[in-house]
């Protein structure tokens, strides 16, 4: 299994700002995810972070809105950009350690005031 | 494209009771089914995973069954307690990271 921790767990945001999520995992791993969880709705993938290599980004997200970094196997981070009420919502950082099981974080929910 | 259906979408019970919660897909191409468990405001905790090749996996009270040719899956909790009031979601895998879908889920209300 994996542990893994996310900051902040919450946070209220002003509209126009940005936030930066961290997730650690407690062993090294190929790929992290990042999801978005609306209220009232499923998770949907935002990107693929891989080490060493630029985040792979579903349809309907783009780097200059969700920019991640992913220094080492066992790091990264999300960032939102330029919040509006609409970004309200639980960021969720997953791994899959062995291609089989995902594993999440406890979340980060986030609200845009 | 897979879809995924949960229902019944809410769910309140008296403490004690057996209850089913179901999980369709419209794809049966898959690579396993992960139900979790998801309290209000937090991130998601797995339950159990069931194999494409399996039909069902056990873990203390909960059950989860598949019929990978019917699309379907249920979660089946035995003499259930407050303590399982949350939200469940099941996750279908057809193949990879990318092709992970999951429902909306099934609020789950146990009263004591």
């Known amino acids: 299994s994996a542990v893994i921790s996310q900051k902040p767990s919450r946070d209220i945001c002003q509209r126009g700002t940005s936030l930066t999520i961290q997730c650690q995992v407690d062993?090294?791993?190929?790929?992290m995810f990042w999801y978005r969880q609306q209220p009232g709705q499923s998770l949907t993938l935002i990107a693929t972070?891989?080490?060493?290599?630029?985040?792979?980004?579903e349809s309907g997200f783009v780097i200059d809105k969700f920019p991640i970094s992913r220094p080492n196997l066992t790091f990264s981070t999300l960032t939102v950009s330029n919040m509006s009420p609409e970004d309200s919502s639980i960021y969720l950082c997953s791994v899959d350690l062995d291609g089989n099981t995902i594993y999440f974080g406890e979340g980060s929910w986030l609200t845009v005031v | 494209k897979q879809e995924v259906t949960q229902i019944p979408a809410a769910l309140s019970v008296p403490e004690g009771e057996n209850l089913v919660l179901n999980c369709s897909f419209t794809?049966?191409?898959?690579?396993?089914l992960q139900w979790f468990r998801q309290d209000p405001g937090k991130g998601l905790t797995s339950l159990l995973l069931i194999q494409s090749s399996q039909r069902e996996q056990t873990s203390g009270r909960l059950n989860a069954s598949l019929d990978k040719s019917s699309g379907r899956s249920t979660l089946y909790i035995a003499a259930s307690q407050p303590g399982d009031s949350a939200t469940y979601l099941c996750a279908v895998n057809s193949g990879g990271y990318q092709k992970v879908t999951f429902g909306i889920g099934t609020k789950l209300q146990v009263i004591p």
């Open positions: 794809d049966s191409a898959i690579y396993n």
């Open positions: 972070a891989n080490q060493g290599s630029e985040a792979t980004y």
């Open positions: 062993s090294q791993v190929t790929m």
